[in-house]
T-cell receptor
Framework: GENVEQHPSTLSVQEGDSAVIKCTYS??????FPWYKQELGKGPQLIID?????GEKKDQRIAVTLNKTAKHFSLHITETQPEDSAVYFC???????????FGTGTSLTVIP | GAGVSQSPSNKVTEKGKDVELRCDPI?????LYWYRQSLGQGLEFLIY????????KSGLPSDRFSAERTGGSVSTLTIQRTQQEDSAVYLC????????????FGPGTRLTVL
């Protein structure tokens, strides 16, 4: 089955700097890659996603890139703010499957 | 509109007791997922419902775990004879259709087994 690895597990950045979180996946059939933000005591919330027919997607300060050949995708947050502090999860899914495979999460801390 | 809701938000039970966790998905969403999140860990897939199809139960960790989805809407996750290792946050998510559609998560139920 699919295996998703996520790095780093923890990340601290100064406010205003950029943060990058990387994930790799093992099954080339995966074609949908969402990113979720989970704040303390809440369920994960989708922040951005990308499908395998595009290489990059951007939404204001958040962007995701996908390299299908290398089977990795990354989340980029620019101009970080304290409210970006949370746990971020990547996931991979395929159209023929029922499951989403999640990474183990990255705890991001933005230092004011 | 209303999002995914789960109840109770917190549940404390004694080892050996049965528990039921409830999920109300977003109206009209045909796909529903249950996940388990242990402290500091990622999301562990438990079960998936899609419309009237037979559920994908491949993630259930033991036969003490079961789930139902009545009328294609509300779902109940049941854990029988709870063990301390069952302590976790149980998350429910729904999506409009198949696995490549966006999942919308509920706030979770925090289960503590004493």
């Amino acid at each position: 089955g699919e295996n998703v690895e996520q790095h780093p597990s923890t990340l601290s950045v100064q406010e205003g700097d950029s943060a990058v979180i990387k994930c790799t996946y093992s099954d080339s059939a995966s074609n949908y890659f969402p990113w979720y933000k989970q704040e303390l005591g809440k369920g994960p919330q989708l922040i951005i996603d990308i499908r395998s027919n595009v290489g990059e997607k951007k939404d204001q300060r958040i962007a995701v890139t996908l390299n299908k050949t290398a089977k990795h995708f990354s989340l980029h947050i620019t101009e970080t703010q304290p409210e970006d502090s949370a746990v971020y999860f990547c996931a991979a899914s395929m159209v023929t499957g029922n499951q989403f495979y999640f990474g183990t999460g990255t705890s991001l801390t933005v230092i004011p | 509109g209303a999002g995914v809701s789960q109840s109770p938000s917190n549940k404390v039970t004694e080892k050996g007791k049965d528990v039921e966790l409830r999920c109300d998905p977003i109206s009209g969403h045909t796909a529903l997922y249950w996940y388990r999140q242990s402290l500091g860990q990622g999301l562990e897939f438990l079960i998936y419902f899609q419309g009237n199809s037979a559920p994908d139960k491949s993630g259930l960790p033991s036969d003490r775990f079961s789930a139902e989805r009545t009328g294609g809407s509300v779902s109940t996750l049941t854990i029988q004879r709870t063990q301390q290792e069952d302590s976790a946050v149980y998350l429910c998510a729904s999506s409009p259709d198949r696995s490549t559609d966006t999942q919308y998560f509920g706030p979770g139920t925090r289960l503590t087994v004493l």
